[in-house]
């Protein structure tokens, strides 16, 4: 997968149906193409405050927000190549800083059992945020992704996520890929990436197929859906 850990970039959502999907990946085919990697799982474990301050912080769609998570891709081992990530969000800018760990090492360092040997700048910010927030494991999410990048100068990235899933239990990644589904089989989230404006073609295809961008946040709206259900579960 990618190894590069800084990024900063402009993102937009897009919930797309399988059919608007099909047309649109036909429609971008003379400008991006498919990674090596095809389809492929990415794991993820959201860490939060007690209380959920950081999520609920984002819902509110503050100027500033924050988060971090634990990312694998697919199902790990104690010693599968892992990302802690700190990705945040400021005036419509995100930016993602993120270390390479063995999964054991991050959970540990994640759970303040142990401080790994590595000792970067972006290790560094993670112990910052660790110390700021303590912040403790509440979710496991994953999904299916083909992720595009621009075959010419525009520099655009994209990911088209599926079948995203969910559990509030059992969260540790060693325990298996599985969980609740967040939305129907035929929904998929475009996320569009890129340095600056977007190029002409790009908000044309948009603009053809009739695609708007949305506020979509895959651990916010888990969060609303679980909040909700516990809600159900005490009136009844």
Not at 134 to 148: G, H, I, M, Q, S
Request: proline share 3%.
């Amino acid at each position: 997968m990618a190894t590069e850990m800084v990024f900063k970039r402009v993102e937009k959502k897009y919930l797309i149906d399988k059919s608007t999907y099909d047309k649109f990946i036909e429609a971008i085919d003379p400008y991006m193409q498919m990674d090596q990697y095809g389809l492929h799982t990415i794991c993820n474990i959201y860490f939060d405050t007690d209380d959920y301050e950081l999520v609920s912080r984002s819902i509110e769609k503050p100027v500033y927000k924050e988060k971090i998570r634990l990312r694998c891709y697919g199902t790990p081992s104690k010693e599968s190549a892992s990302f802690i990530e700190i990705k945040k969000k400021f005036k419509g800018i995100v930016y993602k800083r993120r270390e390479e760990f063995t999964y054991d090492e991050a959970k540990r360092f994640m759970l303040g059992k142990e401080h790994p040997s590595k000792d970067s700048q972006i290790t560094k910010e993670i112990d910052y945020f660790l110390d700021f927030y303590n912040p403790v494991a509440k979710l496991y999410l994953a999904y299916d992704r083909e992720a595009f990048f621009s075959t010419n100068e525009d520099m655009v990235r994209m990911t088209i996520d599926r079948n995203i899933r969910y559990r509030e239990d059992e969260i540790d990644m060693i325990n298996g890929d599985y969980g609740e589904r967040l939305f129907d089989d035929d929904l998929r989230l475009l996320e569009i990436k890129v340095a600056d404006a977007f190029p002409l073609w790009l908000t044309s295809i948009l603009t053809e197929l009739k695609i708007y961008p949305t506020s979509f946040s895959k651990y916010g709206n888990i969060y609303k859906k679980c909040n909700d259900e516990r809600r159900n579960i005490n009136v009844v």
